[in-house]
């Protein structure tokens, strides 16, 4: 069964809220001015975010799945500067991703993203939400707010002379976003490369949008391009270039398993629990394992077939 995500700011009591409860998120420093706030995987926060402090304002990337943790990520920015929140990048439409937006847009914030992201944010998440999907966490996302800049390939952010290159790069969704910062060679600072969910470090992903073969693609064009780098996954810990490795091969290896029996005219349940056991003994202790593995198979196979629906492209001009 698919791991769908909670509107958790529109329940009385959560995890979070009880004493001793893990935080949802931990700030780690990994370059000059760079943040990656890495979540906990059972609060609140859902999907990882970061931000970029530049000469004249910040930068956030992501704005995780509740405004509570996003609120908390504003207040740790403005113990580290009294700077104006310039921008904030969604790195694609789901809900982990965008649900604290309007923490940052009422902070003054500008919100950009692909394209497709200002179509499908209000709509497509609607599919996200935990059962039973009453009518007030329907309205929750169709207030959702929206960006107001979108791309079709590429933009460039500036917070005073800090570049930020923003690039579509296809595969999880068909509208996300990788933020990349560039680092000063002179000071020893690190290139450091926010992924979204084009990257899992050592969690199974969601592939309910998902197109394998382009993200496949996608993950060596962005090994080629950005290399030696600090990378920020959409969920796990902050990764290396062998990390990406890692996950490509998940990707190809439930590729051709699904392939080969598909050839072997296996379909359905039979096809899972043909391919299952063996996803387990290599990636079983891998997070979210249980919540998507079988449904990895399941759209996979979909995929593969020509069967599998995926959201509609936008055509807004």
Known sequence: ??????????????????????????????????????????????????????????????????????????????????????????????????????????????????????????????????????????????????????????????????RIDVRYFPGHTGGDSVVSVPGDLRRGDTHVVFCGDMLWKEHVPNLIDASTKPWIESLDAMQKDYGPSTWVPGHGGIANAQDVLTFRKYLADLRDGVRREQTAGKSGDALVQALLPGLKSQYGKWGFFSDYAAADIQQTAQELSGTKRLPPISTLN
């Open 1 to 162: 069964m698919i791991r769908r995500l909670a509107l958790a700011v529109l329940l009385a009591l959560t995890a979070s809220s009880l004493p001793g409860a893990a935080p949802d998120f931990r700030l780690q420093k990994i370059g000059d001015g760079v943040w990656a706030a890495i979540v906990n995987d059972e609060g609140l926060a859902g999907g990882n975010a970061g931000f970029v402090i530049g000469d004249d304002g910040v930068l956030v990337i992501d704005t995780f799945q509740d405004p509570r943790p996003a609120k908390a990520m504003l207040g740790e920015i403005r113990k580290l500067t009294p700077l104006p929140i310039r921008f904030v990048v969604n790195t694609h439409y789901h809900l982990d991703h965008v649900n604290g937006n309007d923490v940052f847009a009422a902070a003054g914030a500008t919100i950009v993203a692909h394209r497709n992201v200002r179509a499908w944010m209000r709509t497509e998440n609607i599919k996200m939400l935990d059962p039973p999907v009453t009518p007030e966490k329907k309205a929750r996302v169709q207030s959702l707010t929206l960006p107001t800049v979108v791309h079709d390939s590429h933009i460039e952010l500036y917070l005073g002379s800090r």
